[in-house]
T-cell receptor, first 110, second 110 residues
Framework: AAGVIQSPRHLIKEKRETATLKCYPI?????VYWYQQGPGQDPQFLIS???????DKGSIPDRFSAQQFSDYHSELNMSSLELGDSALYFC?????????FGSGTRLTVV | QKEVEQNSGPLSVPEGAIASLNCTYS??????FFWYRQYSGKSPELIMF????GDKEDGRFTAQLNKASQYVSLLIRDSQPSDSATYLC??????????FGTGTRLTIIP
């Protein structure tokens, strides 16, 4: 069965650089979520999209933005990267209350 | 106070014994409750969900929900070394985003 695809799996960026993370949800899932998980932390909700429209916003810094495109894939854009942005970034898609998570992107800011 | 709280652990349980994981939540409007298992560096994996008060059993796993006490638990019977992971409690209010607890790290001792 198709899963949630995230790319890249690993990303190393320097401070003040920009990063773009991509997420391809499961076909026919209508909602996409982005979560950030720091070392030893629980996943923190960043932002979600329902049918390509932003549906909810969590603790997402102003330096971050996201969108969902016509083909339903989503991108998380992160600018002016800081060391504290180093984390696992998960995308999840759902149809109803059941999430399926992607494998995540590990971002390291040096 | 966090919206979802878990006993932070770490929790060590002998192989073959019962592991008990606890979670409390603050929003009385919460409707859906989930337990995710997360291996280090991997994405969360749904193992149990429960909507109604009482117990729900699936194989070696039993989820228990008490809405009056705002309490949900997960029991793992006949614990196996492969059960060693972090267990995340997650709560959903209506069709909104999942809110995660901080997780309980469980170690099964052979």
């Amino acid at each position: 069965a198709a899963g949630v695809i995230q790319s890249p799996r690993h990303l190393i960026k320097e401070k003040r650089e920009t990063a773009t993370l991509k997420c391809y949800p499961i076909p026919r899932h209508d909602t996409v979520y982005w979560y950030q998980q720091g070392p030893g932390q629980d996943p923190q909700f960043l932002i979600s999209f329902y049918e390509k429209m932003q549906s909810d916003k969590g603790s997402i810094p102003d330096r971050f933005s996201a969108q969902q495109f016509s083909d339903y894939h989503s991108e998380l854009n992160m600018s002016s990267l800081e060391l504290g942005d180093s984390a696992l970034y998960f995308c999840a898609s759902s149809l109803g209350p059941f999430y399926t998570f992607g494998s995540g992107t590990r971002l390291t800011v040096v | 106070q966090k919206e979802v709280e878990q006993n932070s652990g770490p929790l060590s349980v002998p192989e073959g014994a019962i592991a008990s994981l606890n979670c409390t939540y603050s929003d009385r409007g919460s409707q859906s409750f989930f337990w995710y298992r997360q291996y280090s560096g991997k994405s969360p994996e749904l193992i149990m969900f429960i909507y109604s008060n009482g117990d729900k059993e699936d194989g070696r796993f039993t989820a228990q929900l008490n809405k009056a006490s705002q309490y949900v638990s997960l029991l793992i019977r006949d614990s196996q070394p492969s059960d060693s992971a972090t267990y995340l409690c997650a709560v959903n209010v209506g069709n909104e985003k999942l809110t995660f607890g901080t997780g309980t790290r469980l170690t099964i001792i052979p």
